[in-house]
Every structure is written in C-alpha cells, then in structure tokens.
C-alpha cells in the first residue's frame, strides 16, 4: 500500500493550495479516505473525510466553507482543495486509510506572508 501525497508549499493568507494523494494497493474506490494535519506542538486532528463514491463529506468546523474533499476513483486520488488560507492552517497535511491503517508521508503547508 502506497499513499503519495503532493501539492503543499508557502501561500500567503487569503491563498489556495490544492493537494493530491495518490493510493495504491488496495481497493480504493470501496473505502473511505480522509486527510488531517498536525501543526507543530499540537496533536494529529481530522480534517475532512469523504465516502467511497464521494457522495458523503464532513469537515472540521475550523475548515468548513474554505476546504473541499473530492475523489477520482478512476485515478485513486483524492484531493484537498484549500481556499482564504489563514496562518493557522500551517501543518503538515497527511492523506489517511483509515480501514487499512495506512498513512501517507505528508505534505507541508505553510501559511506566510
């Protein structure tokens, strides 16, 4: 099993970013997948989650309205498009398969100006 994820970087605030997460391995479009992130100093926390077809979604209530999960199970990736960034969504952001136990490498995001 392999969770590769992509598209961090530095934005300053009021900016988006759009991560990537490549599975494989495993069946990915029968599971439900899900990002988080852990800032420094701070414990991992949930930020979205979305079901098999995409047609389940839920959200922090700190990203609700400027994030959005979305899936292509025709390319096992799930995506994070982040929008109005503010300073603390600075962490590193892991893609998760939670069934499988699975975790990716993670991507920095850093909000700066």
């Known amino acids: 099993v392999q969770l590769v994820e992509s598209g961090g970087g530095l934005v300053q605030p009021g900016g988006s970013l759009r991560l990537s997460c490549a599975a494989s391995?495993?069946?990915?479009?029968?599971?439900?997948m899900s990002w988080y992130r852990q800032a420094p100093g701070k414990e991992r926390e949930l930020v979205a989650a979305?079901?098999?077809?995409?047609?389940?979604?839920n959200y922090a209530d700190s990203v609700k309205g400027r994030f959005t999960i979305s899936r292509d199970n025709a390319k096992n990736t799930v995506y994070l498009q982040m929008n109005s960034l503010k300073p603390e969504d600075t962490a590193v952001y892991y893609c998760?398969?939670?069934?499988?136990?699975?975790w990716g490498q993670g991507t920095q995001v850093t909000v700066s100006s």
């Open positions: 998760r398969w939670s069934t499988g136990g699975y």
């Open positions: 391995g495993f069946t990915f479009s029968i599971y439900d």
């Open positions: 979305i079901s098999p077809h995409g047609g389940g979604t």
